[in-house]
């Protein structure tokens, strides 16, 4: 999977309550944050906008270690496949395609 496959912005946000997991487990797995958050899948809590500073939108998930936030692009919605929402499009200041 090329950088720019995993650095994509999803095409949506996702709601509070729905779950979310790693877009490429073995990259968590490298960087430790399976071993620290846990493998998911997370519930979504809120979202906070990032926007302003030209960042994607992060996502308060409930952890193994309590609410954290985490980037929008580490993630994708449980019931997509492994890489799934990632391809080649360009991603807008505002984290949206």
Known sequence: MSPL????????LPRPGQKVRWRNPTQAR?????????PG????????????????????VRTALGER????????????????G???SAVLASGRY
């Open 5 to 12: 496959a995993t650095m994509t912005a999803m095409p949506e």
């Open 30 to 38: 490298a960087c430790g944050w399976e071993a620290v958050f846990g």
């Open 41 to 60: 899948p997370y519930a979504v809590l809120r979202t906070v906008d990032h926007s302003a500073s030209g960042l994607a939108a992060g996502l308060v």
């Open 69 to 84: 936030e985490v980037s929008e692009v580490w993630l994708a919605l449980a019931e997509e496949p492994e890489g799934g």
């Open 86 to 88: 990632t391809g080649s």
